[in-house]
């Protein structure tokens, strides 16, 4: 399975993660932390970009407003994640948005002091084009997945994915929090449609669903429905 979530997780968690003790000690002194509420924006599409976020605590996501008007949401960012740095390397504007999902503990550091560690840190300018490679990849994988699956295994894709990303890095499961809304742009679908959906798979007895967060119940069972292997 690991293979299967590094082809659908930007990494972007790991940017700093080669980094030695006089390094880190730059970064460190880079930083600014901030606090943002939930529900706010770290940033819009077409603003421009003032430097990089890595986010300490809580999630974050990303989307752009497609053509009839909606708003696709095509990653989640959690714990540890960078995120921010593709326009400013382009020197470009935003191409899409990001919005708080909860309370967020971040780390920003400004674009000068962006600029600056790269130039002092040659391993991060390294890990940093090889991160953005790795997200091309992970893009690609995205829109076949959108484009070639139905709506179902759409659903139960994501689902593992968002339970791998959610509570990786704790210690007791809180399942898949999102409204219904995200998840069905998430999966390109409707509200209604994505209800029938969990329905199924609530009958299969694959997942359990408290009021909004959905809990896999069955993951074995789930991953031979999409014939996935462990």
Same mark, same amino acid.
């Given at each position: 399975?690991?293979?299967?979530?590094?082809?659908?997780?930007?990494? +972007?968690?790991?940017?700093?993660?080669?980094?030695?003790?006089?390094?880190?000690?730059?970064?460190?002194?880079?930083?600014?932390?901030?606090?943002?509420?939930?529900?706010?924006?770290?940033?819009?599409?077409?603003?421009?970009?003032?430097?990089?976020?890595?986010?300490?605590?809580?999630?974050?996501?990303?989307?752009?407003?497609?053509?009839?008007? #909606?708003?696709?949401?095509?990653?989640?960012?959690?714990?540890?994640?960078?995120?921010?740095?593709?326009?400013?390397?382009?020197?470009?504007?935003?191409? #899409? +948005?990001?919005?708080? /999902?909860?309370?967020?503990?971040?780390?920003?550091?400004?674009?000068?002091?962006?600029?600056?560690?790269?130039?002092?840190?040659?391993?991060?300018?390294?890990?940093?084009?090889?991160?953005?490679?790795?997200?091309?990849?992970?893009?690609?994988?995205?829109?076949?997945?959108?484009?070639?699956?139905?709506?179902?295994?759409?659903?139960?894709?994501?689902?593992?994915? /968002? #339970?791998?990303?959610?509570?990786?890095?704790?210690?007791?499961?809180?399942?898949?929090?999102?409204?219904?809304? #995200?998840?069905?742009?998430?999966?390109?679908? +409707?509200?209604?449609?994505?209800?029938?959906?969990?329905?199924?798979?609530?009958?299969?007895?694959?997942?359990?669903?408290?009021?909004?967060?959905?809990?896999?119940?069955?993951?074995?069972?789930?991953?031979?429905?999409?014939?996935?292997?462990?």
């Amino acid at each position: 399975m690991k293979d299967f979530f590094i082809q659908f997780d930007f990494q +972007s968690n790991l940017l700093f993660s080669e980094l030695n003790d006089t390094d880190s000690q730059l970064v460190d002194a880079a930083v600014e932390p901030w606090f943002v509420k939930r529900g706010s924006f770290l940033f819009f599409e077409h603003s421009i970009p003032t430097g990089i976020f890595q986010i300490k605590k809580g999630r974050v996501k990303k989307f752009k407003k497609g053509f009839n008007g #909606d708003n696709q949401i095509f990653y989640i960012y959690t714990s540890g994640d960078v995120l921010g740095y593709h326009a400013l390397l382009g020197d470009e504007r935003y191409q #899409d +948005s990001c919005q708080a /999902l909860d309370d967020l503990e971040l780390n920003f550091i400004s674009e000068k002091n962006f600029r600056m560690l790269l130039n002092k840190i040659p391993v991060l300018k390294e890990a940093l084009l090889k991160n953005i490679s790795h997200e091309f990849g992970v893009l690609a994988n995205t829109i076949a997945l959108l484009a070639q699956k139905d709506q179902n295994a759409r659903l139960g894709i994501f689902l593992v994915l /968002l #339970d791998f990303k959610f509570n990786r890095q704790k210690i007791q499961n809180k399942g898949i929090d999102l409204t219904r809304d #995200d998840l069905a742009n998430i999966i390109g679908t +409707s509200r209604e449609s994505l209800g029938r959906s969990l329905k199924v798979f609530k009958d299969n007895g694959w997942i359990r669903i408290d009021k909004r967060i959905i809990y896999i119940k069955n993951k074995t069972a789930l991953l031979e429905f999409l014939s996935f292997k462990s």
